[in-house]
C-alpha cells in the first residue's frame, strides 16, 4: 500500500487514505490522539523518515516531526506519568508521491487527559482529541495527457485539454481516541486503544466533486512489553486498520537484549519482524541508548503489486529522545526530632 493519499483525479467515488508507517508505535499520533502523553517521562520528540516505491515511480517520501508532553501542569514532587495528568502533542508530516508530486502537509494537535484505574496501579485510561490542518497539492506540469500527442510524438508545448477546478486544498481534521495505558518500569508497559479519525470526512475532489471524501479510518492498536529474562524482553504489537474498503492487519515482535540497566543508564539492541496480510512483511532493528531510541525497517512487498516492484518496498527510520525531570523527592529535606 502507497504511502500518502491516492492520486483521486478520476470522477466517480474515488477514495483516499492517510499517511501512515510500519512503525506505527513510533508514530503515535498518527495513531490516536490519546497516546498524547502515554510515555515514561515528561517530553518526548519524534522524528520519522519514510521512502517507498523507488523501484517502480518516482519515490514517495514521507517526513515527520513531533513532540509531546505527559502533564501540562506538572508538580515538582509527582513523577508518575499515568496518574490524572493533561497531556498534549504537536505534529507536523509531509508525504510527497508519485509523477504528480502530490504532496500532504499536516499540521496537527492533541489533547489528553489520563484518569486514573482504581483497580490498577499506575495504570489510566487516557481519551484523546485531535485537530487537525491539512493541505494537498499536486503539480499538472509533470503529468502527461492524450492531447499533447501530436501523431509523431509527445510535445509538452501542446494543450493538456483538461480543466482542473484547483491544484491545491486546505481542510480541518477531526479525530477521536482512547487509550488504556499502564507502566511498571521502563521494561514492563501495556498500551491498548481505538481511535477513529477524520471524522469530518473533508472534501477531496479535485473536479470539486461531491462524494469524493477522505474516509473516517478506524484504528485498534495494542503492544505490550515485558521481561522473559533478566537481560531479554519480547513485546508484541498489533494494529488492525480499516478505512473506506481498504483494510490492514499487521501483527509482529519486537526482542529486545538489555546491554546495560543500571541507575540513569539503559541500553538495548533489539530487532523484529512483522507482517501486514496481503501487502507486506517488515523486519525492524534498533537500539535503546539511555533517553534515545532510533530503529531502521524494510519492506518487503507481497501485494499484487510485487511483479513490478521485485517485492522491494521501502526503508523507514525513526528516532525518538525522552527527557525525564530529576525526580524531586529523592532530594527532599528530612526533618528530625528536637532530641536528636
Not at 499515568?82 to 508525504?95: H, K
Not at 501483527?251 to 540513569?264: F, V
Amino acid at each position: 500500500m502507497a504511502l500518502g493519499q491516492v492520486l483521486c483525479l478520476l470522477p466517480g467515488r474515488a477514495r483516499c487514505q492517510d499517511i501512515h508507517f510500519s512503525q506505527f508505535w513510533a508514530s503515535p499520533f498518527n495513531l490516536n490522539p490519546g497516546l498524547a502523553g502515554a510515555f515514561d517521562g515528561d517530553y518526548r520528540f519524534i522524528l520519522n523518515q519514510r521512502t517507498q516505491w523507488r523501484s517502480i515511480t518516482v519515490p514517495y517520501n514521507t517526513f515527520g516531526i513531533s513532540a509531546d508532553a505527559s502533564d501540562l501542569n506538572p508538580s515538582p514532587l509527582s513523577h508518575r506519568p499515568a496518574l490524572e495528568q493533561l497531556g498534549a502533542a504537536v505534529s507536523f508530516y509531509t508525504d510527497r508521491a508519485g509523477d504528480s508530486r502530490l504532496s500532504t502537509t499536516q499540521f496537527q494537535l492533541a489533547l489528553s487527559y489520563a484518569i486514573p484505574v482504581k483497580t490498577a496501579s499506575n495504570a489510566a485510561v487516557i481519551p484523546g482529541l485531535l485537530l487537525g490542518l491539512h493541505n494537498t497539492g499536486i503539480d499538472y506540469a509533470q503529468l502527461n495527457f492524450d492531447n499533447q500527442w501530436n501523431g509523431l510524438f509527445y510535445d509538452p508545448s501542446l494543450d493538456t485539454g483538461e480543466n482542473f477546478a484547483r491544484d491545491t486544498r486546505t481542510y480541518a481534521n477531526l479525530g477521536f481516541g482512547l487509550v488504556y495505558y499502564a507502566q511498571e518500569g521502563r521494561r514492563n508497559f501495556t498500551e491498548a486503544g481505538m481511535a477513529l479519525l477524520n471524522l469530518n470526512n473533508p472534501a477531496q475532489s479535485w473536479f470539486d466533486m461531491s462524494g469524493i471524501n477522505l474516509d473516517s479510518r478506524l484504528n485498534v492498536h495494542a503492544r505490550h512489553r515485558r521481561p522473559v529474562h533478566k537481560q531479554v524482553d519480547i513485546e508484541p504489537a498489533l494494529l488492525l486498520m480499516r478505512q473506506g474498503s481498504y483494510r490492514e492487519y499487521g501483527l509482529g515482535l519486537n526482542g529486545y537484549y538489555i546491554m546495560e540497566e543500571n541507575g540513569g543508564l539503559f541500553r538495548s539492541v533489539y530487532a523484529g519482524v512483522f507482517v501486514r496480510a496481503r501487502d507486506a512483511g517488515y523486519v525492524v532493528a534498533g537500539m535503546e541508548y539511555d533517553s534515545w531510541n532510533a530503529a531502521v525497517s524494510y519492506d518487503f512487498n507481497t501485494s499484487n503489486l510485487r511483479p513490478a516492484s521485485n517485492g522491494r518496498g521501502g526503508f523507514e527510520f525513526s528516532i525518538v529522545y525522552i527527557l525525564r525531570r530529576p525526580d524531586l523527592r529523592l532530594n527532599l529535606p528530612k526533618s528530625c526530632p528536637d532530641y536528636l
